[in-house]
């Protein structure tokens, strides 16, 4: 009898160990992974551009079918979508919470950025939070998405935010929100 | 023996060296074969119109993909929403998976707001919109959306960038009948659909990235109201009481920082 029971038990309690959640706070898994690239949005680029098409190799094609199935009847429709009410709210209402970091920044791309730190969201923040407090105190270093517990305040105009000791100063990088420490202003 | 096969070897190396000469010189003889003339025209047809609208509004369906360091793709959605008044007032709306952005351009004032975080920044700005489309690139490292359809037609449009060019024929998008071609150029594919008749417009935009082996896609779908009704207010920003005012990042100074 007691063979049989231990290795059920042994089998059980291994089952159990490996099916317990990962530690609160932490995602057991998942890609964090930074963004290396992301599908260009633009064909023509602005004078002065980044030049994101920077490998110029032109070399042609030389198996090339130009010329596929070309259906000759061409259905001539000059429909113009033509709606004249255009209901135009020149109110800019925002609802929108005060906690910054349960949205992470995301330079998704399409402002011309180089892409960067890809986080999943709240379940990561944690983990974030803490490599966060550890480089953080250099000032000058640059962040996509502050601590917990930040507060706003203004000084002289200028908005920070003040999480426990350290200072940000937020900013439009290229179109997404990053956060610079500074010293307390 | 010895001599023959000397001969035989050294005619060998000679044909393989014409040979990876030939393909060389065949591609730039046969280079202006892969642009299709009827498929510039289009092209350029499409720019001019453009350029001729006085005022517009264009709502876009954007899907966008972005390659994370191992490889992975991932897919986002967003809509755009573009008020013009032609040369020197804008105003988008970005609304995505991610993220909500407002940009307003009143000729004088140029305006980014993000909702979400309750930020906003505001600087002055050059006159003209396709002015301002390049200081903001330049400057701050921001790309005003669907920011072709303010250049095609005008004298930064990357058309002579254009390796080969093809009409691929007939193609629907949202039950109105298009033309669809497709353009090659270093780092990028790309497909429009432009409408057929006297409104020579884009309709729906592909661009594929090739400087990345994912090939990472965008891919736009595009509604026009020629006649839209708005006032000036549309391009004047309002901050919401609870919104905070920030700065732009300068580009050499972000870089340094480490944009990742």
Redesign the interface.
């Known amino acids: 009898m007691t063979l049989y029971i231990r290795p059920f038990l042994s089998f059980t309690l291994a089952l159990l160990l490996t099916a317990s959640p990962a530690i609160a706070g932490t995602r057991g898994g998942g890609?964090n992974?930074?963004?290396?690239?992301?599908?260009?949005?633009?064909?023509?680029?602005?004078?002065?551009?980044?030049n994101?098409?920077?490998?110029?190799?032109?070399?042609?094609?030389?198996n090339?079918n130009?010329n596929?199935?070309?259906?000759t009847n061409?259905?001539?429709?000059?429909?113009?979508?033509?709606?004249?009410?255009?209901n135009?709210n020149?109110?800019?209402?925002?609802n929108?919470?005060?906690n910054?970091n349960t949205?992470?920044?995301?330079n998704?791309?399409?402002?011309?950025?180089?892409?960067?730190?890809?986080h999943s969201g709240v379940g990561t923040a944690a983990a974030v939070a803490a490599a966060a407090t550890a480089t953080a105190v250099v000032v000058?270093?640059?962040v996509h998405t502050l601590p917990p517990n930040c507060t706003?305040i203004?000084a002289n105009?200028?908005?920070y935010q003040q999480c426990g000791s350290t200072y940000y100063?937020?900013?439009?990088?290229?179109?997404?929100?990053?956060y610079?420490v500074v010293n307390q202003p | 023996m010895k001599r023959t096969l000397g001969y035989a070897v050294a005619l060998l190396v000679l044909a393989t060296g014409l040979a990876v000469c030939m393909p060389a010189q065949e591609a730039s003889g046969k280079k202006s074969d892969l642009i299709e003339p009827a498929a510039m025209t289009a092209l350029n047809n499409m720019g001019t119109y453009l350029r001729s609208l006085k005022d517009f509004q264009v709502k876009a369906s954007v899907t966008s993909e972005d390659i994370l360091s191992d490889g992975e793709k991932l897919t986002f959605t967003h809509t755009t929403d573009i008020l013009a008044q032609l040369p020197n007032k804008l105003r988008v709306e970005v609304e995505g998976d991610q993220k909500s952005r407002l940009f307003l351009y009143d000729g004088k004032t140029f305006t980014l707001f993000a909702r979400r975080a309750g930020y906003y920044a505001t600087v002055d700005a050059p006159p003209t919109i396709s002015e301002l489309i390049g200081v903001v690139n330049e400057k701050y490292g921001i790309d005003i959306p669907l920011l072709d359809l303010f250049l095609w037609g005008g004298p930064h449009a990357s058309t002579n960038e254009i390796t080969e060019a093809t009409d691929f024929g007939p193609g629907d998008v949202g039950g109105i009948t298009c033309e669809h071609y497709a353009y090659r150029q270093p780092g990028l594919d790309w497909q429009v659909w432009i409408q057929l008749g006297d409104h020579p417009l884009p309709k729906k935009l592909v661009l594929t990235t090739l400087t990345d082996d994912a090939r990472p896609q965008h891919t736009s779908v595009l509604t026009w109201n020629l006649a839209p009704s708005y006032n000036d207010a549309a391009f004047v920003f309002d901050p919401p009481t609870d919104a905070h005012k920030i700065v732009f990042a300068e580009e050499n100074t972000a870089a340094a920082a480490g944009q990742n």
Do not use: E, I, L, W
């Open positions: 890609n992974g930074s963004v290396r690239s992301s599908s260009r949005a633009n064909v023509n680029q602005p004078s002065g551009a980044k994101a098409g920077a490998n110029r190799n032109a070399s042609a094609n030389t090339r130009n596929t199935n070309r259906n061409v259905n001539n429709n000059t429909n113009v979508n033509r709606n004249t009410n255009v135009r020149t109110n800019v209402n925002v929108r919470d005060v910054v949205h992470t920044s995301y998704s791309g399409y402002y011309g950025g180089g892409g960067c730190c890809y000058g270093s640059m706003t203004m105009g200028v908005t100063q937020p900013q439009f990088s290229g179109g997404s929100t990053t610079v």
